[in-house]
């Protein structure tokens, strides 16, 4: 028979509520509105690399290539 172990207690689901609320507002708050491929970008994953690093989580910024288009001079009629 194998041994009996016991439950663990449930978490609390409000205080890891109300802070990923706080993550998120100053998420928003700090960095706003960004455009891909821009600095603020970058920032932006800078500092969610930081919150994960700081939750004990091994991260890491991958690099990649992005091709720009432009739509300039495209348009549509109807």
Do not use: H, N
């Amino acid at each position: 028979m194998p041994a009996s172990t016991s439950t663990p207690e449930p978490v609390d689901p409000e205080p890891a509520a109300t802070e990923a609320f706080t993550v998120l507002t100053e998420f928003l708050e700090e960095l706003g509105p960004r455009e891909s491929a821009t600095d603020q970008e970058l920032a932006a994953a800078r500092y969610l690399q930081t919150r994960f690093q700081d939750l004990g989580y091994a991260t890491e910024i991958q690099s990649f290539t992005v091709e720009q288009l432009s739509l300039a001079g495209l348009g549509l009629t109807l």
